[in-house]
């Protein structure tokens, strides 16, 4: 009874471990695919150096997640006690360091907010300054996204742009992508920048970003979810294994 016991814990940790080998691969190609840069995400992500640190994590998480995922597979099916405390001191630490991370999300939650978004574009956003970071992202994003501002186009009242701008209501990326071609699109474009809501997008990036990852929020909020509870089950059952082989 013992041996179908001890049997059962090998072969779910096998299945656990293989998961969690899954899931370092997903936030391999996660992490690839943003420094690839397929549609510019990486230059979004590049207004915040911490953001982009953040793929650098993933990509450490991901490898060590992927190589502790074979080792537990081996460990689990050779049934060697050494291999099985190495995977479960690494994996703790792992799931340690994930919590944290999770509350750290939660704790600087504020600077994902409107009106911290808000503040820093009135504080920084010069218009046409390509050399700087933070403008030249601005620029790719409400290009991107088809957006203006954080809110509205309103954000740009009392700004910095405004300030180095005072001719223009809102800059050049906040205008919409005309057709045509000559005279006619310089007509547009400048009753675009002298304010005419026709010619200009009027949705706010908040919105436009968020609606457009809105799904792939909840998918990786889920995903971590069941990577910890997996991680949790596979230190049980390392430990239950270990103390199980003679």
């Not at 081996?74 to 630490?93: Q, S, W």
């Not at 956003?125 to 501002?149: K, R």
Request: aromatic share 16%; hydrophobic share 50%.
């Amino acid at each position: 009874m013992e041996g179908d016991c001890l049997s059962c814990i090998k072969y779910l940790m096998f299945v656990f471990n293989f998961l969690i080998f899954l899931g370092g691969s997903f936030l391999l190609g996660v992490g690839v695919w943003v420094l690839v840069d397929p549609t510019g995400f990486r230059e979004i992500v590049a207004a915040n150096p911490w953001l982009f640190t953040g793929v650098y994590i993933i990509l450490g998480m991901g490898g060590m997640l992927f190589l502790l995922g074979f080792l537990g597979c081996c460990g689990a099916i050779r049934e060697n006690k050494c291999l099985l405390l190495f995977f479960f001191m690494l994996i703790l630490l792992i799931f340690l360091a994930e919590l944290a991370a999770a509350i750290l999300a939660f704790i600087f939650r504020e600077h994902l907010t409107r009106e911290y978004f808000t503040k820093e574009l009135k504080r920084h956003y010069q218009g046409y300054n390509n050399t700087d970071v933070f403008t030249s992202t601005w620029n790719a994003i409400m290009t991107t996204f088809d957006c203006c501002g954080v809110n509205s186009p309103e954000d740009f009242k009392d700004s910095l742009f405004r300030e180095i701008n005072q001719n223009h209501m809102v800059p050049e990326a906040c205008c919409q992508r005309a057709s045509q071609t000559g005279e006619l699109a310089y007509i547009t474009q400048e009753q675009c920048l002298s304010g005419n809501m026709m010619f200009r997008n009027n949705k706010g990036c908040y919105s436009a970003v968020v609606d457009y990852f809105e799904l792939y929020i909840y998918v990786a909020g889920a995903l971590a979810i069941v990577v910890l509870t997996i991680e949790l089950f596979a230190m049980v059952f390392a430990m239950c294994l270990f103390r199980g082989i003679q």
